[in-house]
């Protein structure tokens, strides 16, 4: 994943053809070196019309998705399992490197309260069979901690790590946004910090969303750390 890549959500929220051809012709013309395409209904994608449109383009992509609230890791660690095999099915198949996000649970899936140990043990199997399918496969597995207001469950880059450590898997990698370390993170470089080895992926995103440079996040402090933990990408 080195290289400098966008998020589809730049043209389309449906990665149906229209909005695959879209994407990447829009990527390619921009001179992106991959797309991040959101797997938001994985047996929908036409994998075979995909891989042609990024082949045709010379585009790498990688994959991330947030899981349906009916299998929600820290609830049904089994149906979380059968989702992601099949997410994970669906990106080698599309050529894809990688399914990254919330892969551990769902945006809004919050308790009020800290998680607990059975809904981590919960996240923990279903992560750890989906890390031996990915690695089937020869795709890496990362997973995103994002902040409070989306999940309870993994907000943190040590939380992040943590998880990774746990389980033991040599293809999974912690993925960071500087929007969700704004919000968490002690510094706005310790996520950066606390993920080191494991960190393969982060998202440049502005405090607000909105273009970077504009916000409040504190760039020169992110790349001098991303520089210090000798982070080159993939």
Same mark, same amino acid.
């Given at each position: 994943m080195e290289g400098f890549g966008v998020h589809t959500s730049m043209w389309t929220m449906s990665w149906d053809q229209a909005g695959c051809e879209t994407a990447v012709a829009n990527a390619a013309r921009y001179g992106m070196d991959f797309l991040e395409i !959101?797997?938001?209904?994985?047996?929908?994608? *036409?994998?075979?019309h995909s891989r042609k449109t990024l082949e045709a383009h010379k585009m790498r992509a990688v994959c991330s998705l947030g899981l349906p609230e009916p299998v929600w890791a820290s609830r049904n660690p089994d149906g979380a399992?059968?989702?992601?095999?099949?997410?994970? *099915? @669906?990106?080698? =198949? /599309?050529?894809?490197?990688?399914?990254s996000g919330v892969v551990?649970?769902?945006?809004? &899936?919050? +308790?009020?309260?800290?998680? +607990?140990?059975?809904?981590?043990?919960?996240? =923990?199997?279903?992560?750890?069979? !989906?890390? +031996?399918?990915?690695? +089937?496969l020869g795709l890496l597995f990362g997973i995103e901690?994002?902040?409070r207001y989306e999940t309870h469950l993994l907000s943190t880059g040590w939380q992040a790590v943590a998880m990774? &450590?746990?389980? $033991? !898997?040599?293809?999974?990698?912690?993925?960071? *946004?500087?929007?969700? /370390?704004?919000?968490? &993170? @002690? $510094?706005?470089?310790? $996520?950066?910090?606390? !993920?080191?080895?494991h960190l393969r992926y982060i998202h440049l995103s502005e405090s607000d969303r909105g273009t970077p440079g504009a916000g409040t996040i504190q760039w020169d402090e992110i790349f001098s750390a991303l520089r210090a933990v000798g982070f080159k990408g993939g």
């Open positions: !959101a797997l938001l209904d994985p047996p929908m994608v *036409d994998a075979a399992v059968d989702f992601l095999k099949g997410a994970l *099915d @669906k990106c080698a =198949a /599309m050529g894809c490197e990688a399914l551990y649970g769902g945006i809004g &899936e919050r +308790s009020g309260e800290p998680p +607990s140990q059975g809904e981590l043990d919960n996240v =923990a199997k279903a992560l750890t069979q !989906a890390a +031996s399918h990915a690695k +089937s901690p994002v902040n990774i &450590e746990r389980i $033991g !898997a040599d293809n999974m990698f912690v993925h960071l *946004d500087t929007y969700h /370390m704004n919000i968490e &993170e @002690k $510094g706005i470089a310790q $996520g950066i910090i606390d !993920a080191r080895e």
